[in-house]
């Protein structure tokens, strides 16, 4: 019965408002910033309200925070400017292979076939993970051209990066 009570919380996350959950964007605290952005993904993914300030966070120094804005961004489709589209292609040379991952992964989301070249390179990554993610992205955002810088991963050691470039290949050979 304690554990009951201990689980229940007098106000959750969905019953805030969106202005709650925007304000809360700009708390000091990371794991309240990542929160709101998830809640406002899940409970208002056609408002655009929010998208202003997010974009602002794909510069914050806070790595999950930067990782959290991009991934929500992409996944609402949001309008995005070029200044955007660098910020998030920064992403792309981290250290860090998720943060690259968050990267492609919201450049999927979005608008963006001039972040083809800062993609490509990506190939060649050390990280299998990075070079999956970075096929599937060109498969959305690029053109026949990825095509020959695709086609070295066919013999790749890994069954599962050859796969995704093969993929990649067949998506974009059926772009006109």
Not at 24 to 30: D, Y
Request: aromatic share 2%; glycine share 2%; hydrophobic share 45%.
């Amino acid at each position: 019965m304690l554990a009951l009570v201990a689980l229940a919380s007098p106000v959750s996350a969905k019953d805030k408002s969106e202005d709650e959950l925007i304000a809360e964007l700009a708390s000091p605290n990371e794991t309240k910033v990542t929160d709101a952005l998830l809640q406002l993904e899940k409970h208002y993914p056609t408002s655009t309200k929010a998208v202003p300030t997010m974009k602002k966070l794909l510069t914050d120094s806070r790595v999950k925070v930067r990782r959290k804005a991009a991934r929500v961004i992409g996944i609402l489709h949001a309008e995005v400017d070029q200044q955007d589209i660098k910020n998030i292609c920064a992403m792309l040379k981290s250290a860090d292979p998720q943060e690259v991952m968050d990267g492609l992964k919201s450049l999927r989301g979005l608008k963006a076939p001039d972040a083809v070249a800062e993609i490509l390179p990506l190939l060649k990554s050390a990280t299998p993970n990075v070079i999956r993610d970075a096929c599937r992205t060109l498969a959305v955002l690029g053109s026949k051209d990825a095509i020959p810088s695709l086609e070295p991963l066919l013999k790749h050691p890994q069954a599962n990066v050859q796969k995704d470039a093969q993929d990649a290949i067949f998506t974009l050979r059926a772009k006109s």
